[in-house]
């Protein structure tokens, strides 16, 4: 069978699978669907979009944060697109693909029209220059590999100037969606050229994208104009040509009930990070209110097996059972978020429910510690057979308006069964600076971003971030390599779902190296004036296809 065969069988696939979940992709009891109008178009105008926290990295290959990847997905393009309706890899900056039969070689058809913002040409050199740095970084400039999503790049040839050849050393068969995320976007040679600290700078950043950054205020707002000349959009999108907007104005107002109180006295037109309590007054009143669920690998307490005391598979199996999900759902979640029932997102081909797994029961957490020499002390807390505390301190981010709600309730439930939980729930620049402090912590918790399964062995092998800090003489090591490294093995539907539910299980009943706590969702509210509010298919919001009514 040639390759372009097997790219063809391995595009129907990938479809297949990912439009059986992605379908109707806003959580449910959403008021609004993403795209929701067909009302005629009018260009121009200035969109007023407040959101919680500042980007700090604009840079699009490295900065992470949901913030600066909602930046960076209305600036850059990417070779291929996942379509946000019906999951599909579809065509973008490469027209089209071919993939090996051993999922090791892709070699990518690109468009000859692309233009870069300062006027230089988009050609096949451009995407060796980005994949190089992408997969192999560059010391001398301070850039390191993106390694979770390109361990095993080998490199990129360039076999014409509108056709390259990407390689691996392993199979790969995420890679045409993986390249559809925000961490792929191509950028121009003169911002590729710059040490990583310049290439952060809005002013230093050459991209493709439908809009450019006019202006960039560090905690207080970014600017986005549109290019008047883009004009190669994915073909699925609601339109074609420039964007409608002409300028977007992302405003930082980190209080949600100063965001809701800025939405209603018109001194913007939409916000992001909805609060809780504003969803139905604000929907009652009129406005939008627009939610998608994230996709990938859901908010999630990761447990550290290289720290006392969480690497006890007893205390581990005790988070997971000690706390109250249909709490959760009752007390903090509205209904465009979801508990979780597995550690990926409902909108990830090849998840599996696990609710079952997961029903809170406190008696045999209680049961399992005692079995394992946890015994209560004075005030409570439970204390191994050393006197050592069950005490376990908590990493997060307090970037979306569950999460803290979310941990507090946990912590109070497992307080319950002995078990002492600290939080620190951060601010993204502190919690980035605390994570590399990997010794503090027990847990850290975070979402990851990708409707795909390969998000499974991007965060937790030990060939990739290695989440639950996996040693390499830790008897599971080679196991978990295995076990969810079988995901990027094969584009057969049967034989992925398999590789799926077998890394599923691995993680949450095997060896409970982390515990899913909600599918985190984006909800924006927007005026009845604001039309066309979306979101690309990781539920980063978009503004090519978003236009406003003449004030």
């Known amino acids: 069978m040639s390759p372009r065969r097997i790219s063809k069988a391995a595009l129907f696939v990938v479809a297949a699978l990912v439009a059986a979940v992605l379908t109707g992709c806003a959580a449910s009891g959403n008021r609004v669907a993403a ?47 996942q379509n946000p309706a019906t999951g599909a890899i579809e065509p973008w900056l490469a027209k089209s693909w071919d993939i090996n039969p051993g999922l090791t070689e892709f070699t990518f058809h690109l468009r000859d029209d692309v233009t870069f913002s300062d006027g230089s040409k988009f050609t096949a050199d451009s995407v060796k220059e980005n994949f190089d740095l992408l997969g192999l970084g560059n010391k001398q400039l301070g850039i390191v590999p993106v390694s979770a999503y390109w361990v095993g790049y080998v490199g990129t040839a360039v076999l014409d100037p509108t056709t390259v050849k990407v390689t691996f050393d392993r199979p790969n068969a995420g890679f045409p969606q993986a390249l559809s995320l925000y961490f792929s976007g191509i950028l121009g040679h003169s911002t590729l050229q710059l040490p990583k600290e310049q290439r952060s700078l809005a002013q230093n950043l050459v991209t493709t994208g439908p809009f450019t950054i006019a202006e960039h205020v560090y905690q207080q707002k970014t600017v986005l104009k549109k290019r008047p000349d883009y004009n190669w959009a994915p073909a699925s999108r609601k339109h074609s040509g420039a964007a409608y907007l002409d300028t ?82 009752k007390t903090v979640l509205t209904p465009s978020y979801k508990v979780s029932t597995s550690v990926l997102s409902e909108r990830v081909p090849g998840y599996v429910d696990f609710s079952q797994d997961l029903k809170q029961d406190q008696q045999r957490a209680e049961q399992i ?45 497992l307080r319950k069964i002995g078990i002492d939980l600290k939080l620190n729930v951060l601010p993204i620049p502190d919690y980035t600076a605390a994570s590399t402090q990997q010794q503090r912590w027990n847990i850290q918790v975070a979402n990851q971003s990708r409707a795909d399964v390969a998000v499974l062995e991007q965060v937790y092998s030990p060939q990739f971030t290695n989440m639950s800090k996996l040693a390499q003489g830790d008897p599971i090591y080679q196991q978990a390599i295995d076990r969810l490294s079988a995901v990027s093995k094969t584009l057969d539907k049967d034989e992925r779902a398999k590789a799926a539910e077998s890394a599923q299980r691995f993680l949450l009943d095997e060896q409970v190296l982390t515990v899913p706590v909600y599918n985190p969702a984006q909800v924006t509210a927007a005026s009845p004036k604001v039309h066309n509010v979306g979101y690309e298919a990781q539920s980063r919001n978009v503004f090519y296809d978003t236009w406003i009514e003449p004030r």
Not at 48 to 77: C, K, Q, W
């Open 35 to 81: 795209g929701d109008d067909n009302a005629a178009p009018v260009a121009g105008g200035t969109l007023r979009f407040a959101v919680l926290d500042a980007p700090a990295n604009l840079d699009p290959h490295s900065g992470s944060s949901y913030p600066e990847s909602l930046i960076t997905s209305n600036i850059t393009d990417k070779l291929t697109y």
């Open 248 to 329: 977007v104005e992302i405003s930082v107002i980190p209080e949600a009930g100063v965001r809701t109180g800025a939405l209603r006295a018109g001194q913007v037109d939409a916000i992001l990070d909805v609060n809780n309590t504003d969803e139905k007054p604000l929907a009652a009143e009129g406005y939008r209110i627009v939610p998608q669920l994230i996709p990938g690998r859901d908010i999630a307490l990761d447990l550290k097996t290289d720290l006392f005391p969480t690497n006890d598979k007893a205390v581990r199996e005790a988070v997971k059972l000690g706390w109250n999900r249909d709490a959760l759902a």
């Open 369 to 413: 510690l005692e079995s394992a020499g946890w015994r209560k002390g004075g005030d409570g807390i439970r204390v191994d057979k050393d006197g050592r505390r069950l005490e376990l301190a908590l990493l997060g981010i307090n970037n979306l308006v569950n999460n803290k709600p979310a941990y507090e309730l946990i912590q109070q439930d």
